[in-house]
């Protein structure tokens, strides 16, 4: 079976989840060459759509994804990917998990869970560089 590659332009979303507490902590893109990355790194690879390039999960801060699994969904356009996230969280924003805000009433946003990490002490400034 060959991946859909061609039905998002070249990418394919990659769901990203703890592979012991199930959590799902970001969603990324991978293209063909993001994906071999992975494989044969043993750690998450995407591609950045804002920065146009192939970047390593965890190559400023340090916080990185070491592949357990890797699932194709039935249309074989979508990946999860089953993790061991090495550090003190996975968010740029210094949280555990991107999924930190909860969807209200009346689309206000709430933050649920406490940071884990300072982004300032792991980039510097408030964006990772």
Request: hydrophobic share 40%; with cysteine.
């Amino acid at each position: 079976m060959k991946l859909a590659f061609e039905k998002m332009d070249g990418l394919i979303p990659a769901v990203i989840q703890d592979y012991q507490t199930k959590d799902v902590l970001m969603l990324g893109f991978v293209d063909e060459n993001a994906l071999d990355c992975t494989q044969r790194s043993g750690e998450v690879h995407f591609f950045s759509r804002s920065r146009k390039r192939l970047w390593k999960k965890g190559e400023t801060s340090g916080h990185v994804l070491r592949v357990k699994e890797i699932l194709v969904d039935c249309d074989a356009d979508a990946l999860l990917i089953r993790v061991e996230a090495v550090g003190r969280g996975v968010c740029h924003e210094g949280y555990q998990t991107c999924f930190f805000r909860k969807m209200e009433s009346a689309g206000t946003l709430r933050v649920i869970v406490e940071k884990t990490f300072s982004e300032a002490d792991i980039y510097g400034t408030k964006e990772p560089g």
